[in-house]
């Protein structure tokens, strides 16, 4: 039976108990009095008609006609509430005003209009949620044993996956027992299912049961907790999921609903700061957008949590077309309403920004367009400086002409006493953006952060490849280490300090603490469901040219002030040259990427950029230098 046929029915019963209810009312006011019929009965006619034509018509305006009541919940209750007490306040509003013309006869019960209510309340609330204890209990139980579940985290993200297993029996899952680590939740109950202990208890809860699978149900759930559980759950043998992050879920990326296999990013959860939503709101909503490098993993993050604060429109520009356009298609899926403009255009190309700048008069920048593989870059000097340093001159150029109020700039902690190439051009990059803040008085900034998992052409990608052809799995160093973020966590924190920039600011996340690459090799070995040096070998190839075994987030010469938010921080006095000597220095570096002289723009870069030593890494000798 269709939607349409359903509600049909529905329709149908509503009239039927209409009837009822008006009759019920005065039956219980006036007990069957001898005389209803004599007095009452053509008032009671007057008001069923009455019911019968306002009711349905309020009630198909609410849109309870319009509803899969099997789904039906507390929202639904309200406006089944709303929808009854609108009807019949038109209802009593027109019966009274007929009453006092004489139309509807000489005995008129006015406390019937009140029992009335709430018997309408009853019988079309009692009606659809019927419909649903109706679904829930005629629904297809699986075939076989149910297959026992712990979930962790007594929650309500707990909640909506013990009231998923215990609506759809033919998944065959059986929730048992939370694990909660809340004393106030200690020895009660949600939904029917107990909460059991806390998360030390899970050990003794797995030998105790025979659990099929544990499901980490907080999507707030730091590293360490989703560590644990995945370490015990490995010793054990039993498969383990988990819901996704709290910045996944605000990047708009994935539903709460979701359940999936534990990643590597799961594993590196910090715990989240507090969030400060509205001030992201008064920067983004009803503002035009754009934002460049949008195909890439940055970019493309920024568009989805962009997205979300009903921008008035939003210009996704990059090179690549194919990525743009995938782009596009996933947020037009999810947000269709929103005015999205994909452009195909290169930062380099100064003449074609002006004529998108001009065309969509962006009010909001957000450049996350470059080339960032750092021993690719070492080996394509020129191009690392045309794409990463005078593309952002271009970018900022044209959004200071077009009257751009705001522009932020996606850098890294390789700008921080560059060793290579790719570094140089990021602090160069910055060095632009800050001048042009100081120059105009906009809010241009930069904001400055480590790797981030899962990035196109990062480590864990890399490493998943090898796992995947049965290793060997490389490693340049033992002893290399790497600031770590995931892209939806990086991203909401640069809207949140791009709310907060007034202009020459320079943001630095903060990343927490540096992760051995080792021992984030054999997490993703383990997770694989195999074990580091018996599966998969890990060998170690030599640190690549223009990279250091640890990187640095802040210069131990500067300051920085703790801003409102606690994961980012100030630097108000980062090294700038004049206006007039980084103009000359970029005319020069302009000039050598025409004629292509790599040693010569890597000694500019040296001079230029402070704690700059490109020229003491080596060039990569050959392809596996990159790689």
């Known amino acids: 039976m269709n939607l349409r046929q359903r509600n049909r029915y529905v329709l149908l019963i509503d009239l039927l108990l209409i009837i009822v209810s008006v009759l019920g009312s005065y039956a219980l006011r006036l007990e069957f009095a001898p005389d209803f019929v004599r007095y009452y009965l053509q008032s009671g006619l007057w008001?069923?008609?009455?019911?019968?034509?306002?009711?349905?018509?309020?009630?198909?305006?609410?849109?309870?006609?319009?509803?899969?009541?099997?789904?039906?919940?507390?929202?639904?209750?309200?406006?089944?509430?709303?929808?009854?007490?609108?009807?019949?306040?038109?209802?009593?509003?027109?019966?009274?005003?007929?009453?006092?013309?004489?139309?509807?006869?000489?005995?008129?019960?006015k406390s019937a209009l009140a029992i009335d209510w709430l018997l309408s309340i009853l019988f079309v609330g009692g009606t659809r949620f019927g419909l649903r204890i109706l679904s829930e209990s005629s629904a297809p139980r699986g075939n076989g044993k149910s297959r026992k579940i712990i979930v962790i985290g007594a929650g309500d993200a707990g909640a909506l996956v013990v009231k998923e297993m215990q609506k759809n029996h033919q998944i065959n899952l059986e929730p048992i027992g939370f694990l909660d680590d809340d004393p106030a939740k200690q020895r009660h109950s949600l939904l029917g299912v107990p909460v059991i202990g806390t998360l030390n208890d899970l050990a003794k809860a797995l030998d105790q049961h025979q659990v099929a699978e544990v499901i980490i149900a907080i999507p707030s759930a730091p590293g360490r907790v989703v560590r644990l559980v995945a370490n015990i759950c490995r010793q054990r043998?039993?498969?383990?999921?988990?819901?996704?992050?709290?910045?996944?879920?605000?990047?708009?990326?994935?539903?709460?609903?979701?359940?999936?296999?534990?990643?590597?990013?799961?594993l590196l959860r910090r715990e989240p700061a507090r969030i400060h939503e509205e001030l992201i709101g008064q920067v983004l909503e009803n503002k035009r957008v754009l934002v460049t490098g949008a195909g890439g993993s940055i970019g493309r993050e920024l568009c989805r949590q962009i997205a979300?604060?009903?921008?008035?429109?939003?210009?996704?520009?990059?090179?690549?077309?194919?990525?743009?356009?995938?782009?596009?298609?996933?947020?037009?899926?999810?947000?269709?309403?929103?005015?999205?403009?994909?452009?195909?255009?290169?930062?380099r190309d100064a003449v074609r920004l002006q004529a998108v700048f001009e065309k969509y008069r962006p009010q909001v920048v957000f450049h996350a367009a470059a080339h960032k593989h750092v021993p690719l870059m070492q080996i394509n000097v020129a191009e690392a400086v045309a794409n990463n340093v005078l593309g952002t001159k271009n970018v900022v150029d044209t959004?200071?002409?077009?009257?751009?109020?705001?522009?932020?700039?996606?850098?890294?902690?390789?700008?921080?006493?560059?060793?290579?190439?790719?570094?140089?051009?990021?602090?160069?990059?910055?060095?632009?953006?800050?001048?042009a803040a100081q120059r105009t008085g906009k809010s241009f900034s930069v904001v400055r952060f480590g790797n981030v998992l899962g990035s196109r052409g990062s480590v864990v990608p890399l490493f998943k490849r090898m796992i995947a052809k049965g290793g060997p799995l490389q490693i340049t160093h033992p002893d290399m280490y790497r600031f770590f973020m995931t892209i939806p966590e990086a991203v909401h924190l640069v809207l949140q300090a791009a709310a907060m920039g007034t202009g020459g600011e320079a943001f630095l996340l903060n990343m927490g603490k540096q992760v051995r690459i080792l021992d984030l090799a054999e997490d993703l070995i383990r997770l694989s469901g195999l074990e580091p040096g018996r599966d998969i070998e890990i060998v170690f190839t030599g640190v690549r040219p223009g990279e250091?075994?640890?990187?640095?987030?802040?210069?131990?010469?500067?300051?920085?002030?703790?801003?409102?938010?606690?994961?980012?921080?100030?630097?108000?006095?980062?090294?700038?040259?004049?206006?007039?000597?980084?103009?000359?220095?970029?005319?020069?570096?302009?000039?050598?990427?025409?004629?292509s002289q790599p040693d010569e723009i890597v000694t500019v870069l040296d001079e230029i950029v402070p704690g700059s030593a490109i020229r003491a890494t080596p060039s990569p000798v050959d392809v596996t230098d990159v790689v």
């Not at 099997?70 to 089944?80: D, Q, R, T, V």
């Not at 709290?246 to 799961?266: C, Q, W």
């Not at 522009?407 to 890294?412: A, G």
């Not at 300051?559 to 700038?576: C, G, K, M, N, V």
Request: hydrophobic share 45%; proline share 3%.
């Open 47 to 109: 008001l069923i008609g009455l019911s019968l034509l306002i009711k349905p018509t309020v009630y198909y305006l609410f849109g309870l006609y319009r509803r899969l009541w099997i789904y039906a919940s507390i929202n639904e209750l309200k406006l089944i509430a709303v929808a009854v007490t609108t009807a019949s306040a038109i209802v009593s509003f027109v019966a009274l005003i007929l009453y006092s013309l004489g139309v509807t006869g000489s005995g008129f019960s």
């Open 237 to 266: 043998g039993v498969p383990f999921r988990t819901m996704p992050g709290i910045y996944e879920l605000l990047g708009g990326k994935v539903s709460v609903s979701r359940l999936r296999e534990v990643e590597i990013t799961d």
């Open 308 to 347: 979300r604060w009903n921008a008035a429109s939003l210009v996704m520009l990059g090179h690549g077309e194919n990525s743009i356009f995938e782009a596009l298609l996933e947020l037009k899926a999810d947000y269709p309403t929103l005015e999205l403009i994909p452009v195909i255009a290169d930062v």
């Open 399 to 435: 959004a200071d002409r077009c009257g751009v109020d705001r522009l932020v700039l996606i850098s890294t902690d390789k700008a921080v006493h560059p060793a290579n190439v790719y570094g140089a051009t990021k602090r160069m990059a910055e060095m632009i953006v800050l001048d």
């Open 548 to 595: 250091k075994l640890r990187e640095e987030l802040w210069e131990d010469d500067k300051t920085y002030d703790q801003t409102a938010h606690p994961d980012i921080f100030r630097s108000t006095a980062e090294y700038l040259i004049s206006s007039e000597s980084l103009a000359a220095n970029l005319q020069h570096l302009s000039d050598l990427v025409g004629t």
